[in-house]
Structures are given as C-alpha cells and as structure tokens.
C-alpha cells in the first residue's frame, strides 16, 4: 500500500501518498483533487497526516486561490492569450526550463515537456507573464495616447502612472495625476480611449455629478451609457 486517506476538518479528504524519491514532506494541490501529501518512502503515514493538519490554514487559502485560478481561463496549448497588440501562444517542448521568446505577432511562452497546464504554478506564471507584457505595452502606448487626448480636448493633468490593479481601470487624483491600468491593453482602442477621457473629465469635474457625465457624453457623441456597459463586460485582471 502506498497511499493512505485521512479526513481534515475543513477540508475533506486528504490522501498522504509514500513517494520513493521524496526526501521530504511536501503537499500538491490540483484543481478537483483532494489535496496530497508527498512523503518520503520510509516515512509513516500518520506523520503525513499530521503535518496537512499543521498546514491546515496554508491548504484552505491555497485551495481558495486555485478555485478562483479554475474559474477564470486556463491557458494552453489550444488556448491562447491576445492583447490589443500582441498574440502569446503557449506550447510544450523539449526543454528544462520555461523560456518566452519572440514569435511572430508576439510571444511564443516554452514549456518543458511533461507541463500540466492545469497546475496553478503553471497558471500562475502565465500570468506573470502576461501582465508584464502588458504593462511594457501599457507603457509604451499610453502616455502618447493620454498626451493627444488631452491635447485634442483641452486638458491638463500632471502625472500619468501605468498600474495593475484589480479593481478600476483608472484614477484621478485631486492633484490632477492620472493612474491607469495595465489591462487597458486588452480592450479595444475606443474603449481605453473612454477611460482615458473619463479620468480626463476628472481634471475639471472632481465627482460623477451631473455636469462632470454631461462632459463625458459630449466628448464621446452621446454614447456614454453604451460604453459604461460594454466596459462592464470585461473583467479587470486575467
Ligand atoms: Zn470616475
């Protein structure tokens, strides 16, 4: 016999698994699996069990995060990730070590061989990756774009500060510094563009009042309720 099932309050079935190339306890997580405890060969079960119940609070908010990785796109071989200016394809080679290279149209990200997409530290790096993507993107794109905007409808702002940040694609501070999200880089150029205009009817009117959406609309030909709600059908972060 070489696994052994344990019940963890809280958490279920947890199975300790003997593992002659472990040299020490460790724990795997997968989505739809109970969690796995790894122990080396001649290691007794219970001290498997033992150290998930020490771990217990480590598990529970790993769990939670691999739940939430499993709701959002998992990215793979057949599934793979476009910004307003590049395309990342991912792919399994023959390889020691995950490599991002220049492909055509964008990024071509290496795996070794033997790479369970499913895995969140797969997952993980992934979108690592990409967001570092798009904020070279966001950076180089941008300031430029914010710079005519303002100048082709009379504004002024101070700073312009490139975020990622998981809960609005912008922000105006009472000093007039404009920060705006890296994953503006997902949306289509009229969308970014609202945003920006948004945050750029924040340097004259402060709040969401009646003249500050009033501004907005005319800036955007009386369209402003339709893009708030197509803005609403993305999610901000990956
Ligand atoms: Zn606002």
């Not at 593992?19 to 060969?41: D, E, N, S, Y």
């Not at 510094?177 to 340097?203: A, K, Q």
């Amino acid at each position: 016999m070489n696994s052994k099932s344990y019940t963890l309050d809280g958490i279920g079935e947890v199975v300790v698994r003997k593992h002659h190339q472990a040299r020490r306890i460790t724990i795997k997580l997968r989505p739809g699996q109970p969690p796995r405890v790894v122990i080396p060969q001649l290691m007794a079960f219970e001290m498997g069990f033992r150290f998930a119940v020490e771990k217990r609070d480590w598990i529970v908010t790993h769990l939670k995060q691999i739940e939430t990785i499993t709701k959002s796109a998992i990215y793979d071989e057949d599934n793979g990730f476009s910004s307003r200016l590049h395309t990342v394809r991912f792919k399994r080679c023959n390889i020691w070590c995950v490599q991002a290279v220049r492909a055509e149209g964008g990024y071509e990200m290496r795996f070794p061989a033997d790479t369970d997409f499913t895995d969140s530290a797969v997952q993980q790096r992934i979108r690592l990756f990409l967001t570092e993507m798009l904020r070279a993107e966001a950076k180089a794109y941008l300031p430029d774009r914010v710079a005519q905007l303002a100048q082709h409808f009379g504004f002024k702002y101070n700073n312009l500060s490139v975020k990622n940040v998981h809960t609005r694609w912008g922000s105006c501070s009472a000093q007039n510094n404009i920060n705006l999200n890296v994953h503006l880089m997902r949306l289509p150029e009229y969308l970014s563009d609202f945003v920006i205009l948004h945050e750029l009817c924040h340097t004259v009117h402060k709040n969401h009042g009646t003249q500050f959406h009033a501004l907005l609309d005319k800036l955007v030909g009386g369209n402003e309720k339709k893009l708030d709600k197509e803005l609403n059908k993305y999610k901000i972060g990956l």
